[in-house]
């Protein structure tokens, strides 16, 4: 009887730990997450950018970091957010290139077999 309690605790300790991690993970996702047709606005970036690069400052390393902001602000500011709908659209392409190359691979492979390619 007192292996099944301590199985019991265990079991549901890792329950416990699974579903923290899992929720965990969620907020991190969920910050990701847009909804559909809203843009996103990164002026944040630029702007941290723009006074990294406008500061007097001895060494070349802000400047071109600065400018490395500016550009990742207006890059994510014309990237749509990303939905559940985008990324099972984006999954559905990454598989329809990877078996379509799997194909052109076979095609490949039997060209040379028969002494074609």
Same mark, same amino acid.
């Not at 500061?55 to 939905?83: H, M, N, R, W, Y």
């Given at each position: 009887?007192?292996?099944?309690?301590?199985?019991?605790?265990?079991?549901?300790?890792?329950?416990?730990?699974?579903?923290?991690?899992?929720?965990?993970?969620?907020?991190?996702?969920?910050?990701?997450?847009?909804?559909?047709?809203?843009? /996103?606005?990164?002026?944040?970036?630029?702007?941290?950018?723009?006074?990294?690069?406008?500061?007097?400052?001895?060494?070349?390393?802000?400047?071109?970091?600065?400018?490395?902001?500016?550009?990742?602000?207006?890059?994510?500011?014309?990237?749509?957010?990303?939905?559940?709908?985008?990324?099972?659209?984006?999954?559905?392409?990454?598989?329809?290139?990877?078996?379509?190359?799997?194909?052109?691979? /076979?095609?490949?492979?039997?060209? /040379?077999?028969?002494?074609?390619?």
């Amino acid at each position: 009887m007192e292996d099944a309690k301590r199985a019991l605790l265990e079991s549901s300790r890792d329950a416990a730990c699974a579903y923290e991690d899992m929720a965990h993970n969620l907020r991190s996702v969920r910050g990701l997450m847009g909804r559909p047709g809203k843009e /996103r606005v990164c002026k944040h970036l630029k702007h941290v950018g723009a006074a990294l690069l406008l500061t007097p400052t001895p060494e070349p390393f802000s400047d071109a970091i600065g400018l490395a902001l500016i550009g990742v602000g207006t890059i994510a500011e014309k990237t749509k957010p990303l939905t559940l709908a985008g990324l099972s659209e984006e999954g559905g392409e990454i598989l329809r290139e990877v078996f379509q190359f799997s194909g052109e691979c /076979r095609t490949l492979s039997s060209d /040379r077999q028969l002494g074609w390619g």
